[in-house]
């Protein structure tokens, strides 16, 4: 145990545990800077900054913490820079793919089109933002799936955001038969909105008439409402126009199709045929006329 006790009462021991209380310190203390400037800068950015700066004070304080205690141990601060900066660029070049993301998050900062919490869609995926780190952005989706999407990817694709603003619209396509009135279903679909207290009177609902379709007139009817109650409200408007509907006698058509043989053609022989298996032939139509089938 000699050569314990006298490593013990070296003075490279003694570096190592100064190396040692350096590092735990750096760790409780840049935990302890980084939560008070969290709380410090809440009040006046938004939550991404403010984690964004939470983040970067932990590491530059632990960074600061680690450089001493390698100075302990004999390292110089010189070459342990220029080893830094050599191993950068060869990083740099070896991950020019992380270097994009990089750059990419920074704009994304800068930029600011969305925060932590909001709901923003990315081609086919739709999740609230979880974080904004420097290398990619963390979803979850609403089946409670976690989705990592690198920054580059939200720099050259189009995003939207869909709680920026406080308010959404809903659009409505329906479409009614040729027989009926547009200016009563006007009224109808008004009075609807009206008793919905989900639907927003400012901006008011608006009736568009959008043309004649293949078997329908064809009209969107737009409202608005909150930004949270826009789900609740896709769900009960449609459900309440088609209770309105009914009640007034206004029909939602399906497709027809009409079916013609033409004028040098037989027409089509019809049979009717039982559950016995029993075929009774209809009468034909008049050489040239159509039959119309639903």
């Known amino acids: 145990m ?17 190396a040692g209380i350096l590092l735990v310190v750096g ?25 964004l700066f939470r983040r970067l004070t932990y590491w530059i304080v632990l960074l600061l913490f680690l450089t001493s205690a390698l100075q302990q141990l004999g ?34 900062v800068g930029e600011k089109p969305f925060e932590l919490g909001d709901i923003i869609t990315i081609g086919n995926t739709t999740g609230e933002v979880l974080s904004v780190d ?13 989705v990592r999407i690198p920054n580059e990817t939200l720099i050259k694709t189009e ?4 709680t920026r603003f406080p308010i959404r619209r ?25 008793k919905d207290p989900l639907c927003l009177d400012e901006p ?13 007139l064809d009209i969107q009817f737009s409202v608005w409402a909150k930004r949270e109650n826009f789900r609740d409200l896709r769900n009960t408007m449609q459900e309440a126009v088609k209770n309105a509907f009914d009640e007034a006698g206004i029909e939602i058509p399906f497709p027809h199709r009409s079916l013609y043989t033409g004028s040098v053609t037989d027409p089509f022989p019809i049979r009717i045929v039982t559950e016995n298996g029993a075929a009774t032939a209809l009468a034909e139509p008049p050489h040239g006329e159509s039959k119309t089938e639903d």
């Open 134 to 146: 420097l290398l990619s952005v963390k979803l979850r989706t609403f089946d409670n799936l976690f």
């Open 159 to 162: 995003m939207i955001n869909l």
């Open 204 to 216: 008011a609902p608006l009736f568009l008439f959008l043309g004649f379709g293949d078997s329908s």
């Open 170 to 194: 809903f659009d409505l396509k329906v479409g009614v038969a040729y027989r009926e009135n547009i200016a009563k279903v006007r009224e109808v679909l008004m009075a609807v909105a009206e």
């Open 2 to 18: 000699t050569w314990f006790t006298e490593f013990v009462a070296s003075e490279q021991f003694m570096q190592f545990v100064h």
């Open 27 to 51: 760790f409780l203390l840049a935990s302890i800077v980084s939560r008070f400037v969290f709380k410090m800068l809440s009040s006046r950015f938004n939550t991404h900054h403010s984690t």
């Open 75 to 108: 390292f110089s601060i010189g070459v342990l820079l220029g080893a830094a900066g050599v191993l950068s660029v060869a990083i740099g070049f070896a991950s020019q793919t992380s270097a994009s993301n990089l750059i990419s998050g920074l704009f994304l």
